[in-house]
T-cell receptor
Framework: NAGVTQTPKFHILKIGQSMTLQCTQD?????MYWYRQDPGMGLKLIYY???????DKGEVPNGYNVSRSTTEDFPLRLELAAPSQTSVYFC????????????FGSGTRLTVV | DAKTTQPPSMDCAEGRAANLPCNHS???????VYWYRQIHSQGPQYIIH???NNETNEMASLIITEDRKSSTLILPHATLRDTAVYYC?????????????????FGKGTKLSVKP
């Protein structure tokens, strides 16, 4: 049982390039989330999904896209990367009821130069 | 904006109880109090949550005041590995949240330093 797995762990991206951050969970959780965390700050929700085929925007969705074709996977796409997207990105998942809390991945540290 | 107020930092001696306060004076009747912690840039870890009754699990205890406007997370015997940022979050139950479901609003939390 691996929990929530994020890849890559680190990446340097040039301005204007695009990339996909991968997130997969093996707990059969319906709900999945993407957060970003800037230095010294709390986490902010980018996008979330309540099940395969269903996604919605969170607090800071601009510059990102998501898809949820399977229960297990919830990739985050960055289009036309900007320095403001330099951050640590966390993926999380939970059951339909979060009695047991959210399970977070270990994060992807992204630098846009 | 976060609905909670926490002190920015606290120290605790190893082996002693760590009591982390949180104010949530605008909490609604169906909103829960959640606690997470984040150890040095790792992903946040769920600790405990409660509605109005005190709760205890293998990690910690949660004491919620009768008026529900504040709460305290208690780590009964703090160890060096408990050094982390602790987040207090107020939110409705996920199945009833609607809108931006699951939007845990993380403030800056309390940085707890456990010292030998």
């Amino acid at each position: 049982n691996a929990g929530v797995t994020q890849t890559p762990k680190f990446h340097i991206l040039k301005i204007g390039q695009s990339m996909t951050l991968q997130c997969t969970q093996d707990m059969n959780h319906n709900y999945m989330y993407w957060y970003r965390q800037d230095p010294g700050m709390g986490l902010k929700l980018i996008y979330y999904s309540v099940g395969a085929g269903i996604t919605d925007k969170g607090e800071v969705p601009n510059g990102y896209n998501v898809s949820r074709s399977t229960t297990e996977d919830f990739p985050l796409r960055l289009e036309l990367a900007a320095p403001s997207q330099t951050s640590v990105y966390f993926c999380a998942s939970s059951r339909w009821t979060d009695y047991y809390g959210y399970t977070f991945g270990s994060g992807t540290r992204l630098t846009v130069v | 904006d976060a609905k909670t107020t926490q002190p920015p930092s606290m120290d605790c001696a190893e082996g002693r109880a760590a009591n982390l306060p949180c104010n949530h004076s605008t909490i609604s009747g169906n909103e829960y109090v959640y606690w997470y912690r984040q150890i040095h840039s790792q992903g946040p870890q769920y600790i405990i949550h409660g509605l109005k009754n005190n709760e205890t699990n293998e990690m910690a205890s949660l004491i919620i005041t009768e008026d529900r406007k504040s709460s305290t997370l208690i780590l009964p015997h703090a160890t060096l590995r408990d050094t982390a940022v602790y987040y207090c979050i107020v939110r409705g139950p996920i199945q009833n949240y609607g809108g931006s479901q699951g939007n845990l609003i993380f403030g800056k939390g309390t940085k707890l330093s456990v010292k030998p």
